[in-house]
């Protein structure tokens, strides 16, 4: 009984903490259905783009392809560029799961891993169980397909200027998020300072600009948290860390 009273509260707390994603995202996915009906894409279709992807900038990009009639292999590759950042992120959030977690469970909740759900896990102090990484993602997959259902249904409710507009949600989301742990701690703002500088360079920069944006999202990823990990490592292991190098 106790112990599934205790998965509840995981469950409930994730969910919590899941929340204000799930809200940030419904603009933003409506955005998508939008787009990608006025694009030719059947409304079914942008719905089943949205449940089984739940990623923006690759089903933006993957819409719009799809309009243009680029053949499988593009539109498979430059999603694969776009989307390959969540490797990344499930590879970090990997050393903060319980040792509880079975590989199937990993299997089940990597699906839900995106930028907004990693940086809530990223942030949690304690281990990451199973049923609190469930809560976490269940309210944002299903924002984003119910947002993305509301679009696509109503593509034609709204001018486009407007639709175009809700794009920006998804930023002021993203900022809500790294903006509190910025207040507590002077690197994790050195950290996103840094990134955003070269951010700016890779963009900007002559011969660097040429590099595609999935691409410069993980060469910023790999240089920043390698210089972070370098210049500000952490001073001693929690008591979780402790056992398991034991």
């Not at 469950?11 to 009906?37: D, E, H, M, N, W």
């Not at 207040?183 to 070269?198: A, R």
Request: net charge neutral; proline share 4%; glycine share 6%.
């Amino acid at each position: 009984m106790n112990a599934i009273y205790t998965k509840r509260v995981q469950f409930q707390y994730g969910f919590k903490r899941g929340l204000p994603i799930t809200i940030g995202y419904l603009p933003v996915s409506f955005a998508f259905g939008l787009t990608a009906v006025k694009a030719g894409m059947h409304p079914l279709l942008a719905i089943l783009m949205s449940l089984t992807n739940l990623t923006s900038a690759g089903q933006f990009a993957g819409a719009s392809l799809i309009n243009e009639g680029a053949a499988y292999l593009e539109i498979t590759l430059t999603t694969f560029v776009i989307n390959i950042r969540y490797m990344l992120m499930s590879l970090s959030l990997s050393q903060k799961l319980d040792r509880s977690v079975t590989f199937p469970e990993r299997l089940i909740f990597s699906f839900g891993i995106t930028d907004e759900t990693f940086a809530v896990a990223a942030s949690e102090e304690q281990d990451l169980t199973y049923h609190y990484m469930i809560g976490l993602i269940i309210g944002p997959i299903a924002g984003w397909t119910f947002g993305t259902m509301l679009g696509a249904l109503i593509c034609s409710a709204l001018p486009e200027a407007l639709s175009n507009a809700l794009g920006i949600a998804l930023y002021g989301m993203f900022l809500a998020i790294i903006i509190p742990p910025c207040k507590h701690s002077v690197h994790i703002l050195y950290v996103i300072l840094s990134s955003c500088l070269l951010s700016c360079i890779f963009k900007y920069a002559p011969l660097l600009n040429k590099i595609s944006a999935g691409f410069r999202v993980i060469l910023v990823t790999l240089i920043i948290c390698s210089l972070a990990a370098y210049l500000f490592p952490i001073p001693e292991l929690t008591e979780n860390q402790q056992e398991r190098s034991e």
